[in-house]
């Protein structure tokens, strides 16, 4: 298993209508594709307005399949429609856990 953490930067000001939209109209279509998702955060000391995701693959071929099914799916372009103007950045990083990691 493979975890991806997404890490979005979002616009001062606009961290509560991404979290509200992604709540409501975005999480239920990525579940549908993307399958494992283990977590949401959203940043409270440090850098603010940052949200991070982690999705857990069986490897790098099932993430690339997955997420070309979410991309190609209506649903989710009209969501990032929704969300548009709202991330300043966004990261991604492909993290394996080690052998004694409690998520493997």
Not at 11 to 21: H, Q, R, T
Not at 56 to 83: C, F, T
Request: proline fraction near 4%; charged fraction near 25%; glycine fraction near 6%.
């Amino acid at each position: 298993m493979i975890y991806e953490e997404r890490d979005y930067h979002i616009k001062p000001g606009k961290l509560a209508e991404f979290v509200d939209a992604y709540k409501n109209h975005g999480l239920a279509i990525q579940k549908k594709h993307l399958g494992t998702f283990v977590c949401y955060f959203t940043s409270e000391i440090g850098t603010l307005n940052h949200v991070v995701a982690l999705w857990g693959y069986e490897g790098l071929d099932d993430r690339m399949a997955r997420r070309r099914r979410m991309m190609a799916d209506p649903d989710w372009q009209a969501y990032l429609k929704r969300v548009d103007g709202l991330l300043a950045e966004q990261h991604s990083r492909i993290l394996l856990p080690t052998d004694f990691s409690p998520l493997q």
